[in-house]
């Protein structure tokens, strides 16, 4: 009644409640005979129910089951797959599951089971495999009427789905076990495999269908290892048919496998080993066989995706044969197959699906010729290269067509997904040309090159793009000399980008890639600043388009910072283009923080410092009147409009900072600390307290804006990467003097505590200065915060990041951070990284990981430091252990355990006393009223209380073995495992749901 009532509308909450109910029947002790009574039911409901009840019962107990009574329980079952196979499809697969697993337990006899099958649905009799009763399959087969050969193909397809199953479990002995189980029924399962495929009467299309995915399922068993040589023949006799079947297959109305073709794509791909020389050209010759021309001319109308995934399998399988086979009539018709799917109407993607199957194929043959030729080994190249170099070109030629755009009202005519999927088939055909010019070479840049000029004569617009597309995808490819070569000097000087700087239309995709190539080859303009004054013309005119704006700013960028030497006599005329690009519409965020900043590459090229100084003074002029502006504005009300110009100006600033940072610098490792320079003093200081005077500024009128801080942050660490003095090497009080102004509520306060880490870094050199004042200061900064945040679980990325600056004062600022006044304060510093190490968030619990691990590595520091080092590792040493105990101990993360090995190494061979701490952590864990009073839940040591006391003194023991890191992890690993174990404890109990039947 229930399962009656389960298959009928109704409440959800109600038939919710019935499935749990019916779900605990299942497996409770009286789930067997529940099973048996459902099969003999008139509604098939029941019935499905009751052999989806043997399955689950199998899965759950039959591993526990004694030879005694599986043999009962295979028996029950043979005799129901026998008397229900003109059942439902679903009753007759489910009883069809259920008895492969029966067979395949342990404790069955799966010898012949097939031919027990087979003369049950014959004779109606059960049988033992050794009965004198019991007839063979190949007698049997011709015997049995299509519902009972339907059940029998259905048997032997998941006996096979069963057994690779079990071939892949970790159980190396119930892995073998099932091997020699499969191995057994092997021949049999052949015999009704080909008697099924060559099958013609009722249900024949599903009952060769069956027979081909049992054929795929069994190939597998037949080149194990152990398989007699005999088996594994007689299990590739079958192909010819196989193959025959797939010519002829006509699909069933009633489908319970996919088509044959997508079965033996599957074994092509997963097993190539089972296909002999032989039997591969058995399938070579049914691709190119009339059945398969019809296929692929049918593909042209309608995607025969079966068919093409048969193609390709056969392809990858077959590359190394493909590729050096030259005169090999069927190879030469398989690749003509090749190149017509790359010739299909319709746009990549969008209209034809083929060509990303056909793409997979290419790929894999341009990389076996790329091995071929770099293989010192293989002397036979220069017999079948020139071959395959051949069908390389043809493909560039036809992925060419490919990649080009529709006509732009077509194009504006698609969907956001059609669009997105025809760009990411032209970032994968980047790899492939890409590999294409590592085999052709320098012939294929002209190549691209030549295309893009005749078409430009043309004007056909489309086909530029694409040979433009080319150039850019190969590019990365080349080397420095190759980024020369005359061929894209015959491109720069061409008449191309003087007409794409006129004022004819073209594709604005023409003038995205046009400068996506300029910045590719922004190498070649460094020994050809001839072509400059032309190319930054285009560049600056492309600012004008809106929909280009950004990458033309970004493409002047790139070009000014590769080239920022040559064009330093043309500074002037950059002012002077940057004053006008402000009046346009495109001047926005982006737009000008790139062009300012390339302009400001220029003049760091500048050779005097007081060049530079003059030059960056007018830079910040321009930045000066945004901050100006920004004032007025928010003065005036118009806060949003004020705020903008204030993100202007800072995103500006910043780019000036990046831009001016040295391009070349030399470090000297031996210096003795900081000199004077031109902008400690005079001019550049002034030049130097006009961006601080700025910066405090805007964080002054701006303290609740992230995107605010955000670029003055970065205009802050711009300074720390220098190491010579520079107009953006800010005073250290000045940098803490800004940062130290924001707390736990100011927006993006992680950008400051990572600015905060980038200034301890930098100033960790030993040619850096000793900043102990400052540093003292950043740190009272970050515990205050400490303070402020409380549990690390209120925000972990926050959490997080205050770690981090900590980790930064070891090992150079270790006094500032041992000898902090008042010891409080250090207290709370330090207990803050042990609640991190309690966080369930992986991040805080690694950042903290790391602090104890850097920490307690410093054993040789002068002393009196060094004594204090000690004093603080013995006071938080107890609680540290108990909280590096619990976590491996199974509350943390599997991934986190390698991170707190590091620390927990660390503490037990950096204290004497760390082996008791330990120790006390591990047999205190099921001692609750003394936990308390190590500041420790009870419930953080609840799974390492569960193990025996045994187990956990090993643990210990072992830590006291280990050397090595890896070892202490996979000592830390096994110990979370075995913790995790001990405190799992299924539910099993019988729901408390009520049940309630109409």
């Keep these: 009644q229930l399962v009656k009532r389960l298959y009928q509308p109704g409440n959800p909450a109600l038939l919710t409640s019935i499935e749990k109910h019916l779900q605990w029947w299942q497996r409770s002790k009286d789930g067997w005979p529940m099973a048996n009574t459902m099969l003999q039911t008139a509604d098939p409901n029941v019935r499905f129910f009751g052999a989806l009840t043997y399955v689950v019962k199998l899965n759950m107990e039959g591993s526990k089951i004694n030879h005694q009574g599986m043999q009962t329980l295979s028996q029950q079952l043979v005799a129901w797959a026998a008397r229900l196979c003109e059942d439902k499809k679903s009753i007759c697969q489910k009883l069809s599951t259920a008895l492969a697993i029966c067979y395949l337990q342990p404790e069955a006899s799966a010898d012949d089971c097939l031919g027990i099958l087979a003369t049950a649905l014959h004779t109606g009799k059960i049988v033992d495999s050794l009965s004198a009763e019991a007839l063979s399959v190949d007698a049997v087969l011709p015997n049995l009427k299509p519902a009972q050969l339907l059940m029998l193909v259905r048997f032997c397809r998941a006996l096979a789905e069963e057994g690779l199953s079990r071939l892949r479990s970790d159980d190396k002995k119930a892995a073998a076990r099932s091997q020699d189980q499969m191995e057994s029924n092997l021949l049999s399962a052949v015999q009704v495999i080909g008697f099924a495929i060559r099958f013609s009467g009722d249900h024949k299309g599903l009952i060769q269908n069956l027979a081909v995915d049992s054929f795929v399922k069994w190939a597998p068993f037949s080149i194990m290892g152990s398989t007699p040589l005999e088996s594994c023949d007689k299990v590739r006799e079958l192909l010819p048919s196989v193959l025959i079947c797939i010519s002829e297959w006509e699909e069933p109305e009633i489908s319970e496998v996919g088509e044959p073709l997508d079965l033996m794509s599957e074994l092509l791909t997963s097993h190539p080993i089972f296909f002999r020389p032989a039997d591969l050209r058995e399938v070579a010759e049914l691709i190119c066989s009339p059945f398969g021309q019809a296929r692929i001319a049918a593909a042209h109308d309608e995607a025969d995706r079966a068919f093409i995934q048969f193609l390709v399998a056969y392809g990858d399988v077959e590359t190394a044969k493909i590729a050096t086979s030259v005169n090999d009539p069927l190879v030469e018709q398989f690749l003509e197959m090749m190149h017509n799917l790359l010739r299909f109407e319709g746009y990549a993607a969008v209209d034809d699906d083929v060509i990303l199957e056909a793409q997979q194929f290419w790929a894999g043959y341009i990389d076996f010729v790329l091995d071929s030729m770099e293989d010192e080994k293989r002397r036979d190249w220069q017999g079948w290269g020139a071959c395959t170099k051949g069908h390389i070109t043809r493909m560039v030629e036809e992925l060419w067509v490919k990649i080009q755009y529709p006509p732009s009202v077509e194009y504006d005519a698609w969907n956001m997904e059609e669009k997105k999927s025809f760009g990411q088939f032209r970032v994968d055909i980047r790899d492939i040309l890409q590999a294409a010019y590592r085999v052709l070479g320098s012939d294929l840049l002209q190549a691209f090159v030549r295309i893009a000029l005749s078409s430009t004569a043309e004007r056909n617009w489309i086909q530029v793009e694409a040979a433009l597309y080319g150039l850019n995808a190969v590019a990365e490819c080349l080397n420095e000399r190759e980024l020369r070569d005359d061929a894209i000097g015959n491109l720069f000087n061409s008449s191309l980008y003087p007409m794409l700087s006129g004022d004819d239309p073209v594709p604005y995709f023409l003038r995205r890639t046009a400068m996506n190539t300029i910045g590719q080859y922004d190498s070649y303009f460094e020994h050809h600043p001839e072509n400059l004054p032309g190319i930054l013309n285009f560049l600056f005119k492309s600012l004008e388009g809106k929909s280009i704006a950004d990458i033309a700013a970004k493409s002047i960028w790139s070009l000014c910072k590769a080239c920022r030497g040559s064009l330093t006599p043309e500074l002037n005329t950059f002012f002077q283009q940057y004053q006008n690009f402000l009046g346009w519409e495109t001047a926005k ?410």
């Excluded at 102004?741 to 050199?765: D, G, P, S, W, Y």
């Excluded at 061979?909 to 047999?923: E, P, S």
């Excluded at 500041?935 to 073995?961: C, D, S, Y």
Aim: glycine letters at 4%; aromatic letters at 6%.
């Design 589 to 998: 965020n982006f737009t000008k923080e790139k062009v300012i900043g390339a302009v400001a590459a220029i003049a760091q090229a500048l050779p005097a410092d007081a060049e530079k100084n003059g030059a960056l003074n007018h830079l910040l002029d321009f930045v000066s009147a945004d901050v100006k502006t920004s004032l007025e504005q928010a003065a005036a009300g118009e806060t949003d409009l004020g705020h903008n110009t204030a993100i202007d100006a800072m995103l500006c600033l910043a780019s000036i900072a990046k831009s001016f940072q040295e391009s070349m610098e030399v470090v000297d490792l031996d210096g003795d600390g900081v000199t004077q320079s031109y902008w400690d003093t005079g001019a550049g200081a002034a030049t130097q307290q006009h961006i601080i005077q700025m910066l405090s500024t805007m964080m002054e009128v701006w303290p609740d804006s992230g995107s605010v801080l955000e670029p003055i942050c970065a205009t802050l660490r711009a300074g720390y990467i220098e190491t010579s003095p520079g107009p953006f090497v800010l005073p250290p009080s000045a940098t803490v003097g800004l940062l130290t102004r924001t707390n736990i509520t100011t927006k993006l306060i992680e950008q400051v505590l990572h600015t905060e880490c980038a200034f301890l870094r930098a100033h960790t050199m030993k040619t850096s200065k000793y900043i102990e004042k400052e540093a003292e200061a950043v740190l009272n900064h970050v515990i205050s915060m400490i303070r402020d945040l409380g549990e690390p679980r209120n925000d972990p990325e926050l959490a997080q990041s205050l770690v981090d600056v900590l980790v930064r004062y070891i090992p150079r600022y270790t006094p500032v951070l041992a000898n902090l006044q008042p010891q409080e304060a250090l207290e709370v510093a330090l207990q803050f990284t042990i609640q991190c190490l309690k966080a369930p968030e992986p991040l805080p619990k690694r950042s903290a990981s790391n602090f104890w691990n850097t920490f307690l590595a410093q054993t040789s520091q002068p002393q009196p430091l060094q004594q204090s080092l000690d004093m603080i590792a013995t006071h938080f040493g107890p609680l540290l252990a108990t909280t590096l105990t619990a976590q491996v101990g199974g509350i943390c993360m599997r991934s986190d355990v390698e991170f707190l090995a590091e620390p927990l190494k660390k503490l037990y061979g950096r204290h004497t006393r760390a082996k008791a701490w330990f120790y006390d952590a591990l047999m205190l864990s099921n001692e609750a009223a003394n936990l308390s009073q190590r500041e420790i839940a009870e419930a953080e040591l609840e799974m390492v209380a569960r193990m025996p006391v045994e187990e956990r003194k090993m643990f210990v023991r072992t830590l006291g073995l280990t050397v090595d890191l890896g070892t202490v992890r996979r000592v830390c690993g096994e110990f979370w495992q075995r913790a995790r174990t001990a405190a799992y404890q299924p539910d099993i109990a019988e729901p408390d749901v009520p049940v309630y039947l109409d």
